[in-house]
Nanobody, 122 residues
Framework: QVQLVESGGGLVQPGGSLRLSCAAS????????MGWFRQAPGEQRELVAT????????DYADSVKGRFTISRDNAKRTVYLQMNSLKPEDTAVYYC???????????????WGQGTQVTVSS
């Protein structure tokens, strides 16, 4: 079983910053990528940022590019999301995502954290 433990969410004023963390635990054979998705009320869940474990390749939603930075610590099996210049539109539940496999030579699948609330409001 894979567990994803998230932290760092909270309430912040527009223009402020937050740093989200997500640590993976459990019997994971390989982690291909980790990332963050978010879902605002009444909206679809959308990709925020992802990072490939092996080479560090990143991908960002256009709406956060230049403001958010994703990083990872492979030894700790942890992914971070540094969020700067936050806007009210960033308000959402942020979900940690892990793409990996539990056994060698098995297909990868997605695992999800429980979500952490980020609220940007004055």
């Amino acid at each position: 079983q894979v567990q994803l433990v998230e932290s760092g969410g909270g309430l912040v004023q527009p223009g402020g910053s937050l740093r989200l963390s997500c640590a993976a635990s459990g019997s994971i054979f390989s982690i291909n990528a980790m990332g963050w998705f978010r879902q605002a009320p009444g909206e679809q869940r959308e990709l925020v940022a992802t990072v490939v474990t092996n080479d560090g390749t990143t991908d960002y939603a256009d709406s956060v590019k230049g403001r958010f930075t994703i990083s990872r610590d492979n030894a700790k099996r942890t992914v971070y999301l540094q969020m700067n210049s936050l806007k009210p539109e960033d308000t959402a539940v942020y979900y940690c995502n892990l793409k990996g496999s539990l056994l060698p030579i098995t297909p990868t699948r997605n695992y999800w954290g429980q979500g952490t609330q980020v609220t940007v409001s004055s």
